[in-house]
């Protein structure tokens, strides 16, 4: 299973961006798909999920109302609009999916997903 994500970049404090992860479209039922992301000497942090069966998203109250993540499956595509970006934004950022649905708790694991892309570099600095 091959992700691709595209769309990063480097932004102004308070810029915005969108990502775009493309997936094979036999993974459309796949019970997850979310971002995430990794800034030098951290570990990798869930961001936003989708739970497909429910289309429930879930994100981490890092980026709670300035990102939102939106799925569309006529394109195979899903998105991360992120605005109001800060420095502390600046990770590469991940798309991954697995094939069964997570407990909530477990949702924003990176531990639990099977299936990666490539990443994503964004930077947030003026």
């Known amino acids: 299973v091959q992700l691709q994500a595209s769309g990063g970049g480097l932004v102004q404090p308070g810029g915005s961006l969108r990502l775009s992860c493309e997936f094979p479209g036999f993974t459309s039922g796949y019970g997850m798909i979310g971002w995430f992301r990794q800034a030098p000497g951290k570990e990798r942090e869930g961001i936003s999920v989708?739970?497909?069966?429910?289309?429930?998203?879930r994100y981490a109250d890092s980026v709670k109302g300035r990102f939102t993540i939106s799925s569309d499956n006529t394109k195979n595509t899903v998105y991360l609009q992120m605005n109001d970006l800060r420095p502390e934004d600046t990770a590469v950022y991940y798309c991954?999916?697995?094939?069964?649905?997570?407990?909530?708790?477990?949702?924003?694991?990176?531990?639990?997903?099977?299936?990666w892309g490539q990443g994503t570099q964004v930077t947030v600095s003026s």
């Open positions: 991954a999916t697995r094939k069964n649905r997570l407990v909530l708790s477990a949702q924003l694991s990176a531990a639990h997903y099977e299936y």
């Open positions: 989708i739970s497909r069966q429910d289309r429930r998203t």
